[in-house]
């Protein structure tokens, strides 16, 4: 079981904060409305607490999952639902479209420019180099998306740490969750550029 100070987490809270906030930027110079992001949630749950606190494992998502690579490596997975990838998408492509095609590339181009903007941010604040590669469309249940990802990376404890941020739109919350799935010993190297 992982343990982190309080310190530690507010480091790595700053740190997120800096990334998602780029990210909301990005979004917003994208579809042209102003996209906010709320306080990025760090905590180490269960995977029963993560399904009862963040999204239930039966409940259908786009999931865009992609690989971190330079200095640092893990996954960045971005969840929408249905209704917010038809939101993202008419946003991003100024109509509506029943083209699912069309609408998964819409969010998967977003997921791209949110996740290279996020590790950008992060790789300058750190000094280092971090890119995302090109992203992958799930369509699953959350369970199996969210177990996969943390099993892919050797990380298939009974607590993970959840690292999301959550958008928001014209007062609407966009069910949008970036989550920040570093590899293992990722954090300690990350807050040792902290100084911390």
Avoid: C, W
């Avoid at 997921?111 to 890119?131: E, H, M, P, R, W």
């Avoid at 050797?154 to 607590?159: C, I, K, L, P, S």
């Avoid at 069910?175 to 010993?185: N, R, V």
């Amino acid at each position: 079981m992982m343990a982190y100070s309080e310190l530690e987490l507010d480091g790595l809270k700053e740190v997120i904060n800096i990334g998602g906030g780029h990210a909301a930027t990005s979004i917003s110079k994208l579809v042209n409305q102003k996209i906010d992001m709320h306080v990025p949630e760090i905590s180490i749950l269960s995977y029963h607490e993560l399904y009862e606190q963040v999204i239930a494992d039966d409940v259908e998502v786009h999931a865009v999952v992609s690989s971190i690579v330079g200095d640092y490596n893990g996954m960045i997975l971005f969840v929408v639902s249905d209704d917010s990838a038809d939101k993202l998408s008419e946003l991003m492509l100024g109509t509506k479209t029943d083209d699912i095609n069309v609408k998964m590339s819409a969010v998967s181009e977003l997921t791209n420019i949110i996740s290279n903007s996020f590790l950008g941010a992060i790789g300058n604040l750190l000094n280092v180099q971090l890119v995302s590669a090109l992203p992958v469309i799930q369509d699953d249940y959350f369970g199996a998306v969210i177990s996969s990802v943390y099993m892919a990376l050797d990380q298939y404890d009974d607590h993970i740490m959840v690292i999301r941020n959550e958008f928001t739109y014209s007062e609407e919350k966009l069910d949008a969750s970036l989550f920040f799935i570093p590899e293992t010993g990722v954090l300690e190297q990350i807050l040792k550029s902290l100084g911390i």
